[in-house]
């Protein structure tokens, strides 16, 4: 079954500094109604205008993403997004009153607790998932960067980064499921080289950082002269010298810390695309950059298959849920009347079904002798019985019960269906079924071209004895 879009179940509140900016920043999180998306809205401005969280509109991305549309500006919103995408929550409107996110401890820690506290709402919508169908490889050859997008059956990320660091090293991370996203990833903090401190000061880059919100990481033993001026950028009255590691002996949350909060930053830039994601990535020192630009890439990719028509897996060598002798137990048509060969899936909302057409079909002696075409009215009674099928495992009897057309609508013909195609149909309940009155969208394809929709009324009758 498809999942369900989500929300919050109610409005979480988040106050602390920009980390860039300094700013104090008082920021909601409110629940929105289905296919919504996530939206800024910055109340500081005259009108509130909101923004799309989205890839198109990333407009910076120096020590964190910024997107700019209309004159509206919002920054540093990776871990947020990161939150957003980890637990699943798929429409939200973000209200805040400055240009810059809070930066709280430098993870998502504190976002994806507060909405594990508020609990999500499961909204009547369906939700897109961006389904990986075939290798995709982002390069940066410049700075030797990469990302790699695989085929799977769920969402997972492997992660390398190398900053040819002695403290450091080269690090590996890995999320195998979206479900460890808030033990495994969100609370890994944001991080910085001791020796990049002053000219990040200089350039008013890290007002609101300070040993609470930041991993400082220390290449070489360092002077007292050097840790008395840092310490008084961070209006702190001292710090610890250390040989090599971290300022102040902070302790790590994880031996990996680093790349893994290189993956939650990777997350949080892949959340822009709009669309959550099935699929393997595997990514070599990733950043925002290459993160945004992949974004924008996959979110027309994803947006031209939300557009597109879908058409069911069809893998020949797979076991069928009904042969001809399991649908002929369910239907009462019979040769030569009988258009279904295989059902290949059935759920409480769709069916998918296969019928193979050859030569030998009755209907090519007279439709046409010099150029034979299947009917698009047996085409159109193929696919009704497909829906038959879905329709009558609503009963406990199914022998004992028949479906009737009641009503066929919006039917397009899109191609012509020869001997050798095999036709694979897809039905799918456009409203639950009341009072025995069936409502399906019908689609046959043949491979990934659709050939044939419509929406088919059915009724499911009692047979008579």
């Given at each position: 079954m498809q999942q369900k879009q989500h929300t919050l179940h109610h409005e979480v509140t988040f106050s602390g500094k920009g980390l860039h900016t300094g700013a104090e920043v008082t920021m909601t999180v409110c629940p929105a109604p289905a296919n919504h998306g996530i939206k800024f809205q910055r109340t500081d401005l005259p009108g509130k205008p909101a923004i799309d969280a989205i890839a198109d509109y990333v407009s910076a991305t120096a020590r964190g993403t910024t997107l700019t549309h209309n004159d509206v500006r919002i920054c540093t919103i990776e871990h947020l997004m990161a939150a957003f995408l980890g637990m699943e929550i798929d429409n939200a409107l973000v209200k805040i009153n400055t240009a810059e996110a809070p930066v709280l401890d430098g993870s998502a820690r504190q976002y994806v607790e507060a909405f594990a506290q508020a609990g999500l709402e499961e909204q009547d919508e369906k939700r897109f998932i961006f389904e990986i169908r075939e290798k995709f490889v982002y390069r940066d050859e410049q700075n030797n960067k990469e990302i790699v997008f695989l085929p799977d059956q769920d969402f997972s990320i492997d992660l390398m980064i190398d900053y040819n660091s002695q403290v450091v090293g080269n690090q590996y991370?890995?999320?195998?499921?979206?479900?460890?996203?808030?033990?495994?990833?969100?609370?890994?903090?944001?991080?910085?080289?001791?020796?990049?401190?002053?000219?990040?000061?200089?350039?008013?880059?890290?007002?609101?950082?300070?040993?609470?919100?930041?991993?400082?990481?220390?290449?070489?033993?360092?002077?007292?002269?050097?840790?008395?001026?840092v310490a008084a950028l961070f209006n702190k009255p001292t710090l610890e010298r250390v040989p090599a590691g971290y300022l102040n002996n902070l302790e790590l949350r994880f031996p990996n810390e680093i790349a893994r909060h290189k993956l939650l930053d990777l997350m949080g830039d892949l959340a822009l695309i709009g669309f959550p994601i099935k699929g393997k990535i595997i990514a070599t020192k990733p950043g925002h950059q290459i993160n945004t630009e992949v974004a924008k890439t996959l979110r027309k990719l994803a947006k031209r298959e939300a557009l597109k028509p879908v058409a069911p897996r069809y893998n020949p060598n797979e076991e069928p849920l009904f042969d001809i002798n399991g649908i002929r137990k369910l239907l009462p048509h019979r040769p030569p009347f009988l258009l279904v060969d295989k059902i290949l899936q059935r759920t409480n909302e769709y069916v998918v079904g296969v019928k193979n057409v050859t030569m030998n079909e009755p209907f090519f002696v007279g439709h046409f002798p010099e150029e034979p075409?299947?009917?698009?009215?047996?085409?159109?009674?193929?696919?009704?019985?497909?829906?038959?099928?879905?329709?009558?495992?609503?009963?406990?009897?199914?022998?004992?019960?028949s479906t009737y057309f009641i009503k066929i609508d919006k039917v397009k013909f899109k191609r012509k269906i020869v001997p050798g195609d095999t036709l694979i149909f897809k039905l799918e309940l456009l409203e639950?079924?009341?009072?025995?009155?069936?409502?399906?969208?019908?689609?046959?394809?043949?491979?990934?071209?659709?050939?044939?929709?419509?929406?088919?009324?059915?009724?499911?009758?009692?047979n008579k004895k």
């Open positions: 991370a890995r999320l195998n499921k979206v479900e460890d996203f808030a033990g495994q990833v969100a609370p890994c903090r944001t991080f910085v080289f001791f020796h990049e401190l002053e000219p990040l000061f200089q350039n008013n880059l890290i007002k609101g950082g300070d040993m609470e919100n930041a991993i400082v990481i220390v290449e070489k033993p360092v002077t007292s002269e050097e840790l008395h001026h075409v299947m009917p698009g009215v047996l085409v159109i009674e193929a696919m009704a019985q497909v829906g038959g099928i879905l329709a009558l495992s609503t009963v406990d009897d199914p022998e004992n019960y639950p079924i009341r009072r025995g009155i069936v409502n399906m969208l019908g689609q046959a394809f043949v491979g990934d071209v659709l050939v044939t929709e419509g929406e088919l009324m059915a009724q499911i009758v009692h």
